[in-house]
């Protein structure tokens, strides 16, 4: 699935994790918070990787365009068909989720995030 969103991000697509809220028009954005409209927090993105991985799925794509910003979100698809690409970011997101969580991350948190059996240790050691 692809999500456009007209007008550029902000921030580095790399970033949408772990980076402090900004808003084009602070003040409609504060009176969308005062309303409940919206939070402060800009926490949205975060657990949606946090239900990405709960299911094991493939890291979404963020992309920055010259006047939009899409974000590709995959169907399921087991770590031993995903690219070198795809592992990669899906680590990078993992990493910067348990960063933002203050949480470590180890063999234990990248084999629960690929859903790699306990007898393939190493496995999970190569991908991050």
Known sequence: MEITNPGTPLVDTNR????APKSRNETL??????LNI?????????RAIEVIEE???PAPKFIRGDEYTRVIIYAPL???KMNNEDRIRACYQH?????????AVN??????????NKNNVSFASKIC
């Not at 949408?16 to 980076?19: A, E, S």
């Not at 990493?95 to 949480?103: A, P």
């Open 29 to 34: 954005a504060s009176l969308m918070r005062r």
């Open 95 to 103: 990493t910067c989720l348990h960063y933002v969580n203050n949480e």
């Open 55 to 57: 299911f094991q799925l």
């Open 16 to 19: 949408f994790i772990d980076t």
């Open 78 to 80: 087991p770590l031993t």
């Open 38 to 46: 919206c939070e402060e927090r800009s926490s949205g993105v975060d």
């Open 107 to 116: 063999n234990q948190s990248v084999r629960k995030r690929f859903n790699i």
